[in-house]
């Protein structure tokens, strides 16, 4: 009788734990509108529980980053950090930690910032490392982005096509992300800049691929191609990579970022 009791008492606490365990793991999904302003991904966001203010969501930025206007309430900012722009050029900045980084109700995890000698026309930068641990998504046919739980991710994934996503780790700390494309035959691996609209392809890699021109034909996902844009408007720079893939080539569309499993998910508006 009693080794009975016992067993019952040590289901009901593992049943107990169990529930606790999936109650605190779970999370509904969060809906944060966003506006393009200028070609860049911006919405509004909060440090410190303070009245939220606008922040550029860019993909190829590394480091969640404060503005002058916000970088007072960064704390313990007692290394710096080196990176290099697209074009190749150093950038030092100061990283700290804030009390908290909310975008709409979704609050960041990882509260380490950089602190930005500037952020441009937004008071600050939300990168990748923001999404380092959730999938989230883009839809840029609603102008939402989107923090998924499990029942919203799934129907992504029933619905919609999958490429690998390249990521670029540095240090666990900036986080930025990648994939391949196709220009005409040629596959360049792209960062995905969410803070421009347009296409910008490497002088040297454009030249090797004999690609030539304000237009091409088309690109498209190299390992989706369904996923494409006709008559692809592009310009040329010296970058540290083969190319950008700014916001329009997603126009209509929703992108899924799945860091924990490097993929990237493309749905057609609904």
Same mark, same amino acid.
């Given at each position: ?5 016992? +067993? ?11 529930? &606790?365990?999936?109650?605190? $793991? ?22 410190? #529980? ?36 697209? =074009? ?8 700290? #930690? ?23 026309? %937004?008071? $600050?930068?939300?990168? =990748? ?5 959730? !999938? ?17 991710? &799934?129907? +992504?994934? #029933? ?25 005409? *035959?040629?596959? *360049? ?5 969410? %803070? ?13 691929? *004999? ?10 996902? +190299? ?13 040329? !720079? ?7 893939? *700014? ?14 499993? #490097?993929?990237?998910?493309?749905? &057609?508006?609904?």
């Amino acid at each position: 009788m009693q080794a009975k009791a016992r +067993r019952a008492a040590g289901t009901l606490l593992c049943t107990v734990a169990f529930a &606790a365990t999936t109650t605190a $793991g779970a999370r509904a999904v969060e809906r944060i509108p966003f506006t393009n302003s200028g070609g860049a991904v911006v919405v509004e966001a909060s440090i410190d #529980r303070r009245p939220a203010v606008p922040m550029t969501v860019d993909l190829s930025a590394g480091v969640d980053r404060l503005g002058p206007s916000l970088r007072s309430l960064a704390y313990d900012v007692d290394r710096t950090f080196v990176t290099m722009s697209a =074009a190749g050029e150093r950038i030092d900045f100061g990283i700290g #930690r804030v009390v908290s980084f909310t975008i709409g109700d979704f609050a960041l995890g990882d509260r380490t910032v950089g602190i930005a000698p500037n952020a441009g026309p %937004a008071d $600050g930068v939300v990168s =990748a490392a923001a999404f380092r641990t959730v !999938a989230t998504t883009l839809d840029f046919h609603a102008h939402e982005l989107v923090v998924e739980d499990a029942e919203s991710f &799934a129907d +992504r994934r #029933r619905t919609g096509m999958s490429v690998p996503l390249i990521l670029q780790d540095d240090r666990d700390l900036a986080l930025r992300l990648f994939a391949w494309f196709d220009f005409g *035959g040629r596959p *360049g691996l792209c960062a995905l800049d969410t %803070a421009t609209d347009g296409i910008v392809l490497d002088k040297r890699f454009a030249a090797g691929a *004999g690609i030539a021109g304000p237009a091409l034909p088309s690109v498209t996902l +190299r390992d989706e191609p369904r996923v494409a844009v006709k008559g692809a408007a592009v310009t040329y !720079a010296d970058l540290i990579y083969d190319c950008e893939i *700014g916001n329009e080539f997603w126009a209509d569309r929703a992108l899924t970022i799945d860091v924990p499993n #490097r993929a990237l998910w493309i749905n &057609a508006p609904t």
